[in-house]
């Protein structure tokens, strides 16, 4: 069975940090990429980054790109985002999620229908 566990939202200020981490397991799949998403009150889920686990490919969205930074830690299955000068507009429930296709790259936003396995979420709040 494919698990997604998220792990590390909390209460910020507006400035603070925080680092995300998505735990992995249960999978056979050889080339996956793995998304993380946001999704804030009223709003649509929206793809903010992702990194591919053939290649290391990563993805940014321009409105983190300065700011977040995704790794990967094979040895742990686990899969990493750090966000640094957080903003109220960064308050969201942000999801990772897997991708079986390996869909990853540069200039390729990841989008929800394109991963298949989720995990629960995990709440950050950013105060101003």
């Known amino acids: 069975e494919v698990q997604l566990v998220e792990s590390g939202g909390g209460l910020v200020q507006a400035g603070g940090s925080l680092r995300l981490s998505c735990a992995h397991s249960?999978?056979?799949?050889?080339?996956?990429?793995i998304g993380w998403f946001r999704q804030a009150p009223g709003e649509e889920r929206e793809g903010i980054s992702c990194?591919?686990?053939?290649?290391?490919?990563?993805y940014l969205d321009d409105s983190v790109k300065s700011r977040f930074t995704i790794s990967r830690d094979n040895a742990k299955n686990t899969v990493d985002l750090q966000m640094n000068s957080l903003k109220p507009d960064d308050t969201a429930v942000y999801y990772c999620?897997?991708?079986?296709?390996?869909?990853?790259?540069?200039?390729?936003?990841?989008?929800?229908?394109?991963?298949?396995?989720w995990g629960q979420g995990t709440q950050v709040t950013v105060s101003s």
């Open positions: 249960g999978f056979t799949f050889t080339d996956y990429a």
């Open positions: 999620a897997l991708d079986p296709t390996d869909l990853c790259g540069s200039n390729w936003k990841p989008q929800p229908y394109d991963y298949d396995f």
């Open positions: 990194i591919s686990s053939s290649d290391g490919s990563t």
